[in-house]
């Protein structure tokens, strides 16, 4: 599989500043993101819009390349997913947003047993909170590259969300039961808040 990080988002919630490159515990975001799923896969890819520069200088270590979406205006996720899945070598890409720093070191061995099991395209985390309630984590996901074409037709059309485009698709929820290895962190206060922590 080829490991991506996912980095080419607006960071609007954080009044525009490229999250994958705010400091956490004196590194960037991204960064910690690397070093949890860079070992994981044969390939690393980070999908990035700007600070291209940037991204390459932190991936050298980890042989990473750096792809832009191929779709102007910031279209979400799935864009990056795509530039991905069309860059890959590999028959699988697993990927992993920028901001969560926490991200399973197990993730991807798990949601391929997941894919193996059910013979799926598609398998993405998801944690159970303290109510018992669901949570999905879309975009912490294994994909098949074969998945590339239909993928573009989608964003084509001008669809953009993540669990729609996956239920096209044979998918699977796979359960994790730690929810930090999940959290991403959406703002500057919660980036000071976790610091703090």
Request: charged fraction near 25%; aromatic fraction near 8%; glycine fraction near 8%.
């Amino acid at each position: 599989m080829t490991a991506l990080v996912l980095a080419g988002g607006r960071g609007s919630r954080m009044g525009g500043v490229d999250k994958g490159m705010q400091p956490f515990h004196g590194e960037p975001l991204a960064l910690h993101v690397m070093r949890r799923i860079a070992p994981q896969a044969g390939a690393l890819l980070i999908s990035a819009n700007r600070s291209i520069k940037d991204y390459a200088r932190l991936g050298a270590a980890f042989d990473a390349r750096v792809i832009p979406d191929a779709r102007a205006d910031f279209p979400g996720p799935l864009a990056g997913i795509a530039a991905a899945l069309h860059a890959a070598t590999t028959e699988y890409v697993l990927a992993a947003p920028c901001d969560a720093p926490f991200v399973d070191e197990h993730i991807g061995a798990v949601l391929m047993q997941a894919l193996d099991a059910q013979g799926g395209d598609v398998a993405y985390a998801a944690t159970i909170d303290a109510s018992g309630e669901v949570m999905a984590h879309p975009v912490f996901a294994l994909l098949r590259t074969s998945l590339a074409d239909d993928l573009d037709a989608w964003l084509d059309q001008g669809e953009r969300k993540v669990r729609a485009w996956y239920a096209r698709h044979k998918a699977a929820e796979v359960r994790f039961h730690d929810e930090r290895a999940f959290y991403n962190i959406n703002d500057l206060q919660q980036l000071a808040e976790l610091e703090r922590r």
